[in-house]
């Protein structure tokens, strides 16, 4: 994938069909069922998609208008928990047509950035250049997926996203302290233990990501 911007957020795009895809089977006792994430159902799960986007898309207005949101969620950590919170609980029509809305409202805007302004400096949990909006999107997008339990597994992940999202994150684990022996184990594999995922027992543990 590189450094196609384009390309990336063809894949943001992609990832939201398949989500809708296994979100449109979801019925309402499901949505309040756990999901694969410690105290939250599966209509927090969907409802944090559906803020990330709105986050993805004031990061990308921002920088097409020329002014830089100043953080991801207006009102800060304590607002986001508690937008989720009010959300969770929705029927699951709502969560759907919310995230479907939020995520395309997100993908349009991050495909309208023009290349003069990739490098533009966004304020993620630390700063990062616009051109990383959609890699934000996409591994939100993916790796929720599964946390959904819905079906979704790592093994569903595309060549490419594993791929993309190894290059980067596997040379930052040494940084963060860790010095234990990365276990050998397929590509798909690999990256969901990484992220803290594992799909086997008895892997390393590793320090909680995003690093």
Avoid at 7 to 15: I, P
Avoid at 20 to 44: I, V, Y
Avoid at 118 to 133: E, Q
């Amino acid at each position: 994938m590189g450094d196609d911007y384009e390309g990336l957020v063809d894949e943001v795009r992609a990832s939201g069909e398949r989500l809708q895809a296994t979100l449109a089977g979801m019925t309402d006792q499901q949505a309040r069922e756990p999901s694969l994430l410690p105290g939250w159902t599966r209509g927090h799960v969907v409802t944090h998609l559906a803020r990330n986007a709105d986050a993805m898309w004031r990061f990308a207005r921002g920088v097409v208008d020329g002014r830089p949101a100043p953080a991801m969620y207006p009102g800060g950590p304590d607002a986001r928990a508690s937008a989720i919170e009010e959300g969770a609980d929705r029927p699951a029509e709502l969560l759907r047509a919310d995230l479907e809305f939020s995520g395309a409202r997100a993908a349009r805007t991050m495909g309208s950035i023009d290349g003069a302004s990739l490098d533009t400096d966004i304020h993620w949990k630390h700063t990062v250049p616009a051109r990383m909006i959609p890699v934000l999107r996409w591994r939100e997008l993916e790796i929720h997926h599964v946390d959904l339990g819905l079906g979704y597994t790592p093994a569903d992940w595309s060549a490419a996203f594993v791929a993309h999202t190894l290059a980067t994150e596997l040379p930052a684990l040494p940084g963060t302290g860790w010095d234990g022996e990365t276990p050998d184990l397929p590509e798909a594999e690999l990256l969901a233990w990484l992220i803290g995922r594992p799909t086997r027992e008895d892997l390393p543990a590793v320090p909680s990501w995003p690093y």
